[in-house]
C-alpha cells in the first residue's frame, strides 16, 4: 500500500494574520514532526508536488461571479467575513490547494499511489457555489470530487469529519444523488447548519447524511458512527472513490472546539476506511486537510496517525505527548454516546425509506 502526500512549501505562504486560528504553523509543525519521524524516508510513502488548479476546474463548482470577485480581491486584498480576508495573491493560494486535491486525485486514479492525503490550505469545506467563509475560499473537495467525475468516475462519496458542518460541502451537492455527502461534526456550532433533518432534495434526497454530536464526543461516538451509520452507507452505496474532508478540530486539545476525540481514535477510523475502501473502490481514497487548529498538541499526531493508516503502517503507538492527559478526561462527557444514540435512531427513521440496510436492520 502506498500513500501519496501532496505537499508544497508555498502551502505556508497563506496567511490573513500571525494570530489568526488558520495560520502557517498548522503546516510546519505538521511537517516537522513527520520529518522527525522519517515518514518521508519510507517506501509506503510518496511526496507529490500539487499542480494549480485551472479556471475551468473551480468552474465546475463555482459561479463566475464569485470567481471573478476573488480575482479582484486578490490585487487589493478584500473581506468576506469577519473571519474570512482576502489577503493580496489569495487567488494563489487557494488555486494551490483545489489543484493539490485534484493532483492526489489524479495520482490515485492513475494508480501511482493507493491513497493520499493532501496537505494543504486554505481549507475549503465551507465554500459554497457564490461564496466563501469560515477561513475558507474555494471548496477544494468539491472541486476535486467534480474533476474524478469529469473523469468517468460515476459515484463518489465524501466523509467529512471535520468538528464545523461542511456546509459549503453540503449546498454544492444538495440535490446529487452521483455524491453521497457525509458529514460529522459538533452541534450546535459554527456554522449552525447540519441538522440530521436535512437528507437532500429532489433526486438527491437521502443522499445528504449529517451527523451532528454533542460536545465531548470522544473515540466511542465516532467508532459506533463507523459502525452504524457510514460503513453501511457506504457498502450499499458502493462509490467509485471515498473524498475525506479531514478536518482535525475534533481532537480534544483544540482551541476552537469542543470534541474529544484523539489522535488513536483518528488512526483508527483512517484504517477503518483504507479496509472499507480496499473492499469496495480498489483502495481509493484523497483525503484533504480541512480545519484543526491546536498546532502544537493535535495536528502533528492526528495527521502523523492518519498517514500512518493510509500507508498500511502500526497505528498501535500513536498518541499524543503525556502531557495534554489532563486535558482529556477533561473534555471527554458521559453524557455526549447516549445523545448520539437518540440522534441516530432518528436520522435512521427518516432515512429508511432511502436505505436498504436500515430497513433490513430494523425488520429484524
Not at 493560494?93 to 486535491?101: H, I, N
Not at 480534544?252 to 483512517?270: V, W
Not at 444514540?341 to 432511502?354: E, Q
Request: proline share 5%; glycine share 10%; aromatic share 8%.
Amino acid at each position: 500500500m502506498t500513500c501519496g502526500i501532496v505537499y508544497d512549501p508555498s502551502y505556508l505562504a497563506h496567511e490573513q494574520s500571525q494570530s489568526h486560528p488558520e495560520r502557517r504553523e498548522r503546516l510546519s509543525y505538521t511537517m516537522d514532526q513527520l520529518e522527525e519521524e522519517g515518514i518521508f524516508d519510507l517506501p509506503q510513502i510518496r511526496l507529490i508536488a500539487p499542480k494549480p488548479a485551472m479556471r475551468d476546474d473551480v468552474l465546475l463548482v463555482h459561479t463566475e461571479e464569485y470567481l471573478k470577485f476573488l480575482e479582484d480581491a486578490s490585487v487589493t486584498g478584500g473581506i468576506i467575513d469577519a473571519d474570512t480576508y482576502i489577503p493580496k495573491n489569495l487567488i494563489q493560494d487557494a488555486l494551490l490547494a483545489a489543484g493539490g486535491a485534484i493532483t492526489g486525485a489524479d495520482a490515485v486514479l492513475n494508480q501511482d499511489v493507493t491513497n493520499c492525503f493532501v496537505l494543504s490550505r486554505p481549507p475549503g469545506h465551507h465554500a459554497g457555489i457564490s461564496q466563501g467563509a469560515g477561513f475558507c475560499y474555494l471548496n477544494n473537495v468539491a472541486i476535486m470530487v467534480r474533476h474524478l467525475q469529469s473523469r468517468g468516475l460515476r459515484r463518489i462519496m465524501i466523509l467529512d469529519w471535520d468538528a464545523h458542518h461542511g456546509n459549503g460541502t453540503e449546498e454544492i451537492f444538495y440535490d446529487d444523488p452521483s455524491v453521497l455527502v457525509c458529514s460529522v461534526h459538533q452541534y450546535p456550532f459554527y456554522p449552525g447548519s447540519g441538522r440530521f433533518e436535512d437528507i437532500g432534495t429532489g433526486d438527491g434526497k437521502g443522499y445528504n447524511i449529517n451527523l451532528p454530536i454533542p460536545a465531548g464526543s470522544s473515540d466511542k461516538v465516532y467508532q459506533y458512527l463507523l459502525e452504524e451509520i457510514i460503513i453501511p452507507l457506504a457498502d450499499e452505496y458502493m462509490p467509485d472513490a471515498i473524498a475525506i474532508s479531514a478536518g482535525q478540530d475534533n481532537h480534544y486539545t483544540d482551541p476552537l472546539t469542543g470534541l474529544a476525540l484523539t489522535a488513536q481514535g483518528y488512526s483508527g477510523m483512517m484504517k477503518e476506511m483504507c479496509i472499507l475502501a480496499d473492499s469496495i473502490c480498489y483502495g481509493r481514497i484523497i483525503a484533504v486537510l480541512e480545519g484543526g487548529y491546536s498546532v502544537e498538541g493535535g495536528l502533528p499526531y492526528t495527521n502523523l496517525g492518519l498517514i500512518a493508516a493510509m500507508a498500511g503502517l502500526d497505528i498501535s503507538s500513536i498518541r499524543e505527548p503525556e502531557i495534554y492527559q489532563d486535558l482529556l478526561k477533561k473534555a471527554v462527557s458521559e453524557d455526549a454516546f447516549p445523545k448520539v444514540i437518540k440522534m441516530v435512531s432518528g436520522l435512521k427513521r427518516i432515512l429508511a425509506d432511502h436505505w436498504y440496510f436500515i430497513r433490513r436492520y430494523e425488520s429484524r
